[in-house]
């Protein structure tokens, strides 16, 4: 493991990213994601991510001069073809977009497709909930033929098709939640292997549909959904959504598209609700679950989105704990550009 601190980590990324042609105003953002991202405590979506994001570059995949374009607008819609830009970046815009449409007209939905990756989801629900909106977020991409089995299934149909929802709050920034409509994202199983642990059972099914704790056996395997059936239908109605309104399609179609796609939501309170109150009521319920009889084996009962504050706060303290692996792919990335990567 590599113990490096966040403000050091950030720097490098970024100057790798830049090195290998992102725009500096780009880099810079996404280097600020995929560091908050192993600060949250969410290392799959954090910087062992460098090196594909490279990659991605060097063969068209994310296109560093692109110029995202709005195919349509209305008053409290937009649908948004990046044309290939990084995702994070892009996500950030369209948020922002939503905001300001729900800020004139108390609703703002976004579509967008054709993207790079694009980052953890909460990122953008717990800005704009920390701004005063109600926010959602679902993505879906971009491998064809998808990852993840349908309940019952033992090949793959949905991506991992993740979901976020964020809550305005005075006790924490924002409430938000965060998560794949499978067992556990792509990432958390990349980050297994780098680590050469195991993984719980229940996650992944091999090439022959048994189930395996080998992460590596996901190459030719598939991600299970979480919650069985429940989780199976929430990843159907993303896979829908995000195929359907952007017009990227969906996995396991013959016209999709190998590309990320995002639908978001941003809400004004206040078109319901005086913000104060809706944060206190909030916060409210916070103290309600944290007020819970803890249950055998726990000692405290948290709310959604409070792991990743205390991780950050944490990490901002005493650093960050990267795996050989990862550190070896961002030093890799950066020297093959003439970057040098250091602690």
Known sequence: ?????PSVLMGHVQGVLAAAGLPKDQAEVVA???VESDLAGHNSHGVLRVGAYVNAIERGAINPQA???TVRSSATTALIDGNGAIGIVVAQQAMALAMEKANEHDLGMIAVRNLGHTGRMGAYTSYAASQGYVAMIIGAGSRPGGTVAPYGAASAVFNT???S??????????VYTDFATSVAAWGKVQNAIDRGKP?????ILDSEGRPTTDPNDLRNGVLLPFGAHKGSGLAFVVEALTGGLSGS???PLPDYKPQYTLVMIAIRVEAFQPLDEFRARIDGLVNAVHSARPAEGFDRILVPGETEWLNRQQGLRVGLEISDAAWERIVAAGAKYGYTVSL
């Open 1 to 5: 493991m590599v113990h490096v601190s």
């Open 67 to 69: 110029k995202p374009e």
């Open 161 to 163: 098709d993740p979901m």
């Open 32 to 34: 600020q994601s995929l």
């Open 249 to 251: 399609s969906c996995a």
């Open 199 to 203: 993984i719980p059972e229940g996650w």
């Open 165 to 174: 929802w964020g809550l305005p709050a005075k006790v924490f920034p924002a």
